[in-house]
């Protein structure tokens, strides 16, 4: 796992450095670059060795006949497999890297490469005898991979602030994108190629493109998701309950392929503690992480450290635990939004970077998780309120809106007031509309009242769920209406959000983080069992849970679901109220121009009054704030924030 960047056309080679020094985190054991003769291509990448651990591994790598050179970040699961056949075909190897087998491969298959690998990857190769650049991200989209095209050409990296070092004409006020921003707030993240920045954009997950010249000449989709492709539920009961258990053994143990150890995050949820299970028997002493939150969860959710510690000693495996409260939140808070990149409007960042940090402590580079479980065979509030649409989807248009506008009198302080309030609140709208809202975290009359009427006009009629309806559109008709969810959260909630952050806060402590449940094989076959096994009633994951009974305990395994998150409603209210206020004070917001001070103090005193719930809102206002301190004020290192000075505040 590495930081790779690079360019094609008139950039400044010296800029190469700074880009790479960037991504010093994601590669603290060796560092490289190349820039060719004439200076209208370079690479540059940081190592962190997982796989062959000797020089043979540096990178940039060229081939012995130097016909092409590769920069890679991320691992490639099967390349033993592949390296074999290339050997049976007279390939020769200098090294045991996975580096070297990518590089061979292409060099005997071209772009059909892509449909043999089974791993997470974005990586250039730079073809010397076409003089051109290929590039690609993996099928979930694990690994980011960020790009500007501008007057000087085509620039690459793997996080937008080494981007940025090597053009950074595209930081200024009137290059913010107003579009993305207005995704950020109302989803809490970006879906599709946006960023912050209109000049700067994402490769999407499954995506290729070639680069000449400085100029895009080719991009396409190198991999579908099993819905796209229309593949059709066609498992039953039995072969769904011993598939799982199968094709989750085989993800695991395969991607635990490493020259150094490998821990495990252990949240006490299903999901961690099932790859735990698998995880351990191949070895027994596999080290697992976990979080404590000092002052507990948010209201209505359910501890997670007793079931860590419940599973721990089911398996018999260590684990440490890393305690967080809202002061080492706020000290962090700055950082975070620098290490993402992007706005995200979740402190869940943080909880990855506190147990990165631990595990790296102790020597740990390699971390398997649990992220992809809900994604493939639910999980998330939002399949059961899908489901239970059955029982009232069939009432007239007007009789649903008044069932919206009843929910949204429900004061939002409880949880049960806010789930109630989210489940009905697109009650009104079209069945594809209305599947893409369940993603929404704010309304448009909230949003569109904090914005200036500058920002509002730069908006127009964009709309937030666009490449969600965009998405929905493309999918065969056959496909379940819960399938189309999952196809979503695949797509786009995870590649956009939870794999962006696992990514960023891992790697900003050198740690790799690999994801078993996003195994295409595994993918594929969750895609073929059918919807009433994933989500029964009111049991998510239903076929998943059954599957693990052998293996965990039950109390663990039908537990109520706890995100990975923070109390951050109460926070906002008490321990952090300070640093809100300071972000988002009258002076910060004229200076920034996008949101009305009256507006955003209006929505402090609703989300108090639990007339709204507003706290992701205001932390997504925040985040913004701080991307732009860092990004377009550019100030040199994150504000510290301190909420000690608030009544009641954590210390």
């Known amino acids: 796992m590495c930081g790779i960047g690079g360019y094609s056309g008139t950039f400044d080679p010296e800029r190469l450095g700074r880009a790479n020094r960037l991504m010093a985190h994601r590669g603290p054991d060796d560092e490289g670059d190349w820039v060719a003769a004439d200076r209208q291509v370079a690479l540059c ?30 691992e490639i699961y099967n390349y033993r497999d592949l390296r074999k056949d290339l050997e049976a075909r007279g390939v020769s190897f200098a090294g045991q890297s996975d580096t070297e087998v990518l590089l061979k491969l292409y060099l005997t298959s071209g772009e059909a490469m892509l449909q043999r690998l089974n791993g997470i990857f974005a990586f250039a190769i730079w ?13 979930l989209g694990v690994k980011p991979l960020y790009y500007a095209s501008t007057f000087q050409g085509f620039a690459f990296a793997s996080e937008l602030k080494a981007l940025l070092a090597l053009c950074p004409d595209v930081a200024r006020a009137d290059e913010l994108d107003p579009v993305s921003l207005h995704r950020y707030l109302s989803l809490l993240w970006c879906p599709g190629a946006g960023t912050p920045l209109k000049s700067v954009r994402k490769l999407q997950p499954g995506e290729a493109m070639i680069v000449r010249d400085g100029r895009i000449v ?32 085989t993800a695991v143990q395969r991607q635990m392929v490493a020259d150094v150890p490998v821990g495990a995050f252990l949240s006490g949820g299903l999901d961690s503690s099932a790859v735990v299970a698998f995880a351990r028997e191949v070895e027994p002493n596999i080290r697992c992480f976990t979080i404590e939150l000092v002052g507990g969860q948010e209201e209505g959710t359910a501890d997670d450290l007793p079931y860590a510690r419940r599973v721990a000693r089911h398996l018999g495996v260590a684990l440490d635990v890393v305690r967080v409260d809202a002061s080492s939140m706020a000290q962090d808070l700055a950082t975070m939004v620098e290490q993402l990149d992007e706005p995200l409007a979740d402190p869940a960042p943080l909880n990855v970077l506190y147990i990165s940090r631990l595990a790296r402590a102790h020597g740990i580079k390699v971390l398997l998780s649990g992220a992809g479980g809900d994604d493939l065979f639910t999980g998330y509030r939002r399949h059961r309120a899908l489901m239970a649409e059955q029982y009232w989807s069939w009432m007239p248009r007007p009789l649903r809106t008044t069932m919206n506008q009843a929910a949204a009198l429900l004061d939002r302080r409880n949880a049960m007031g806010r789930r109630l309030s989210k489940a009905f609140s697109g009650a009104s709208l079209d069945p594809k509309k209305r599947l893409a809202h369940y993603f929404r975290w704010a309304e448009n009359d909230t949003l569109f009242a904090l914005y200036t009427p500058s920002f509002r006009e730069k908006l127009r009629a964009a709309a937030a769920e666009a490449p969600l309806l965009e998405f929905l559109a493309s999918l065969p008709p056959h496909v379940s209406r819960l399938e189309r969810m999952l196809a979503l959260e695949q797509r786009f909630f995870l590649a956009d959000h939870n794999l962006i952050y696992t990514d960023k806060m891992s790697m900003a402590s050198g740690v790799e983080v690999r994801v078993p449940f996003l195994d295409l094989e595994l993918v594929d076959f969750a895609a073929r069992v059918p919807a009433h096994l994933k989500q029964r009633g009111a049991i998510g994951k239903w076929v998943l849970k059954k599957a693990m009974e052998p293996y965990l305990p039950n109390d663990v395994i039908y537990r ?7 109390p951050l409603r109460r926070w906002l209210r008490r321990e952090l109220r300070g640093v809100m206020r300071d972000l988002l004070c009258a002076e910060n917001l004229r200076h920034r121009g996008l949101f009305e001070p009256a507006a955003v103090d209006r929505l402090i005193a609703k989300n108090d009054a639990g007339e709204v719930d507003g706290a992701y809102t205001l932390f997504g206002l925040m985040a913004i704030e701080l991307w732009c301190r860092r990004y377009l004020d550019h100030q040199p290192e994150p504000v510290q924030l301190s909420p000690a000075r608030m009544p009641g505040a954590a210390v």
């Not at 962190?48 to 000797?54: C, R, T």
């Not at 073809?127 to 690609?136: E, G, K, M, T, V």
């Not at 989709?221 to 492709?229: D, H, N, S, T």
């Not at 109520?560 to 923070?566: E, M, N, P």
Request: without cysteine.
């Open 127 to 139: 073809d010397a005898r076409s003089r051109q650049l290929f590039l690609a991200r993996d099928g």
């Open 560 to 566: 109520s679901k706890t995100g990975f998150g923070a």
């Open 45 to 74: 990448h940081r190592r962190l060795a997982i796989i062959d651990l000797s020089p043979a591994g540096h990178q940039p790598m060229w081939d012995e006949a130097r016909r092409a050179v590769i920069v890679f970040n991320g």
């Open 218 to 249: 080719r991009r396409w989709a190198w991999y579908q998701l099993p819905a796209e492709r229309g593949l059709t539920p066609d498992l039953d009961q039995k072969q769904a309950l011993s598939g799982v258990v199968e094709h989750l053994r």
